[in-house]
Structures are given as structure tokens and as C-alpha cells.
Nanobody, 119 residues
Framework: QVQLVESGGGLVQAGGSLRLSCAAS????????MGWSRQAPGKQREMVAL???????NYRESVKGRFTISRDNAKNTVFLQMNSLKPEDTGVYLC?????????????WGQGTQVAVSS
């Protein structure tokens, strides 16, 4: 089993910044992907950013140039630095860990942390 604990959410004005953290524990395989998704009220969950254990990252188009994902493999922690925040970035941000095993990925999710951006 894998446990994920997020922190760092909050309320910020448009143009502000927040830094999210997610600490993973439990059975974490050496080959994995960590990342963040978000869900706004009444909308579908969408992936925001992912990073492999080798440090390769990708982002959804709407956050490129504003958000930066990083990780500390020694501490099994992933971060999301969010700058130039917009009201449309509001939502619950959930951490995800994808363990690569048996030719595929097993997904684990955190409980989420609320991010609210006021205009």
C-alpha cells in the first residue's frame, strides 16, 4: 500500500504563488511517476503535471510557464510550485503516484488539498 499526504494549499489572490508538497510512504517502486491533478467544482478531474523518477516532467498546456513540478527521490516527495495563479486554477489538487509493476502502472491518490484563487 501507498500513502500520500499533501500540504501547501490555501487562498491566494490572482497573480500570487503557492507551493504544494506531497510525501509518499509505503511500497514505492523504484520506477514510478508522481504528479498532481486537480478538480474544480462541477468539472472533471484533469492532470496538471507529472514527473518520472528520472526527472522528466510534462505539463498540461494551460499551466506551462507558470507551474514547476519537482521531486526529491530520497524523501519520496513531489512538489508543485505555482506562480502567476489565475482564478481558473482553483480546485482540489490531488497528488498521484503511479508505481510501475508487471508491465503496467498502479495508481495511488492522496486526499487532496484545496487551492482557491480570488480575482
Amino acid at each position: 500500500q501507498v500513502q500520500l499526504v499533501e500540504s501547501g494549499g490555501g487562498l491566494v489572490q490572482a497573480g500570487g504563488s503557492l507551493r504544494l508538497s506531497c510525501a509518499a510512504s509505503g511500497m514505492i517502486f523504484s520506477s514510478n511517476i508522481m504528479g498532481w491533478s486537480r478538480q474544480a467544482p462541477g468539472k472533471q478531474r484533469e492532470m496538471v503535471a507529472l514527473i518520472t523518477n528520472y526527472g522528466y516532467a510534462n505539463y498540461r498546456e494551460s499551466v506551462k510557464g507558470r507551474f514547476t513540478i519537482s521531486r526529491d527521490n530520497a524523501k519520496n516527495t513531489v512538489f508543485l510550485q505555482m506562480n502567476s495563479l489565475k482564478p481558473e486554477d482553483t480546485g482540489v489538487y490531488l497528488c498521484i503516484l503511479k508505481n510501475y509493476e508487471s508491465g503496467g502502472y498502479s495508481d495511488y491518490w492522496g486526499q487532496g488539498t484545496q487551492v482557491a484563487v480570488s480575482s
